[in-house]
């Protein structure tokens, strides 16, 4: 008999395969494991709602489940909606390591350094998001979407580079 935290344990290595470097446990996309009668249901909730990745990640899923030998299936839950909150920090972390700028939480940086007031500061519509490679708040947004719908397309006005933000939701 395999135990719920095993089973979370396993799916929660399945990796988001457009940031192979994150896990659904990284992105909280992983709510949990429940049984109903002999079938176990593994509940995960899109980052994105019509993001593709969520049907590779629920495919990844039911392989894990099947290599674990559990009768289950994967059960999509909309309610509550994810939010970048559900991110953990070691997450936001991996995405920053990555190159993408992390989403801005509570825990993020403040959009400016101490020295820089607000006042003469460049008006951006997102304050927060900063250079994942030179840290800089200085970016502008190039296109609603990047690489895949899930990310937009930024750039840095400091050290020019183009980079990947997760969208916040
Ligand atoms: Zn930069």
Known sequence: MVTDAAILEAV???VDPEVPVLTIADLG???GVRHEGDEVVVTITPTYSGC??????RHEVELT???LHVHGRVETVLSPPWTTDWMTEAGKAKLTDYGIAPPPGTSAPAPFPPSQSRANAPVLLQLSIRCPLCGSPNTSELSRFGSTSCKSLWRCNSC???FDHF???
Do not use: H, S, T
């Open 12 to 14: 929660g290595e399945v």
């Open 160 to 162: 020019r580079e183009p």
């Open 29 to 31: 996309v992983l709510r």
């Open 65 to 67: 489940l099947q290599a």
């Open 167 to 169: 969208k916040a939701i």
């Open 52 to 57: 593709p990745a969520m049907d590779l990640i």
